[in-house]
């Protein structure tokens, strides 16, 4: 039998990016229908949907549409100026600490 | 805005430690301890917990989120005097919203700022609520204004928002298809 793994695309139903597994069967393994462009074969069982049959074409668009939905919502990342590249710096670094204790004692008591 | 999302006070606003980091010891002068290494060193033989000498800086904050009722804790921002950035162009440019890692504060929502600031958006720190004094605001951004600083704190972290913002479409869409439209829950905040 001939089967084969490829990561395609994210899988929604995580809701994080975990890549959605692609597995391939080889056609002598399994009567499937013959599937047109625009048209989703839906194989169900005891009234149960169990499968659905895409054309490749089909299955490949979807796959683009998804990348293209998550590059769309993808932050762009800012560009920081020297200005604030200083002033992260300067403020986040502390200057001369006040460690005298007569003037401590006359601030704080 | 509802305090104190958005708004700005005096605080209490630690520096993160660096090293070499001082380390406090009974009866003795600070310990110098040169790196982090020896800090793991040290975990791994089941000590921890240290005391360091950190520098604080009483300074105004803009705090941009709600507290977090479990923990009483808020994320803010510091502020940057543009009296301090190098030339008059560099204003112009944080006036105009054009240099978006420093995120101007409209001097007239800012009364209790003596001088024109501007929140510099990369340096986001966790404050608890006891460090600040929130008796008085100086001053707070509009809704819009915090949408903003927010969209660009995540920018600047490079957040990865992504596969969120396409998921939460995607239960719109489902919604709006199923013709059942809830609103959203939120978390109560103070």
Known sequence: ?109 | MHPPLGHCYWAVAPFAPTAPFRMYQEGAAPKDVASAESFTEAARKGMSEFVLLTSVKTRPVLVITGVLPEHEEVLALRLRRLEKLATDAARGLVRDGKDEALFYLQPERFPGLPVENAAIVTSLMRLPLSAIDRRTSLGSLNENEVRVLHERVARAHELKLDVMIVEKARRLLETAQSGTAQPARRRPRT
């Open chain 1, 1 to 109: 039998m001939s089967t084969h793994s490829a990561k395609v695309v994210r899988h929604w139903c995580y809701g994080i990016p975990v890549p959605f597994t692609a597995k391939k069967i080889s056609g002598n393994e399994v009567r499937v229908p013959d599937p047109v462009p625009g048209e989703a074969a839906v194989i169900s069982r005891y009234g149960k949907e169990r499968a659905i049959v895409l054309h490749p074409a089909d299955f490949n668009r979807l796959n683009e549409l998804e990348q293209l939905v998550a590059a769309a919502a993808a932050l762009e990342p800012i560009a920081l100026s020297e200005e604030a590249i200083r002033a992260h710096v300067e403020e986040g670094t502390p200057g001369e600490p006040i460690t005298d204790p007569a003037v401590l004692a006359e601030l704080f008591g």
